[in-house]
């Protein structure tokens, strides 16, 4: 079952619109939900992109070790590895949660640039309905040795639209 709302990232990169996944994530997408109506994501930088992976983002200290979920701290996955979503690795436009392992789901959540054979480790809440081309643009920014883009890539403003 499909979700009627979607999440706007507006970047200086331009615009990715995803479809959340409420039914598969209830919790994680009621996270990303509280996050973006408190402004949490606005200004945050996508910290980590890696071309022919994935986009990284949601730490307001933008090193990729902060970050605090909508109830403060940490929550549990949502991941049901036998579902249809979780079968064939993550699909370029799947929007998942960043983790530090079972269990660890803060602010951070990453958007796939291409299909990649990752294990069923991060809730999948999410999955791009436009601007996958502005996602190919971030993946393929310059970027230091710490897979951190040099010219900053900022998420000016993350809404929720019906």
């Not at 919790?27 to 990284?56: C, P, S, W």
């Not at 049901?80 to 079972?102: D, F, I, R, W």
């Not at 809440?125 to 900053?152: L, N």
Request: hydrophobic share 35%; glycine share 12%.
């Amino acid at each position: 079952m499909k979700s009627s709302r979607s999440a706007v990232i507006e970047t200086n990169k331009g615009t990715i619109r995803f479809e959340l996944l409420e039914t598969d994530a209830p919790r994680t997408t009621e996270n990303f939900i509280t996050l973006a109506g408190r402004g949490y994501y606005d200004g945050v930088i996508f910290h980590r992109v890696i071309k022919g992976f994935m986009i990284q983002g949601g730490d307001p200290t933008g090193t990729g070790r902060g970050g605090d979920s909508a109830w403060g701290g940490r929550f549990a996955d949502e991941i049901a590895a036998t579902s249809e979503l979780y079968q064939h690795g993550y699909k370029a436009g799947t929007v998942a949660m960043a983790n530090a392992g079972p269990d660890t789901n803060r602010s951070q959540f990453f958007i796939m640039h291409a299909d990649y054979p990752l294990p069923p480790n991060y809730t999948i809440f999410g999955r791009v309905t436009e601007g996958q081309e502005v996602v190919d643009a971030i993946a393929c920014v310059a970027r230091d040795r710490g897979d951190k883009p040099i010219e900053p890539v900022v998420m000016q403003k993350v809404s929720i639209a019906s």
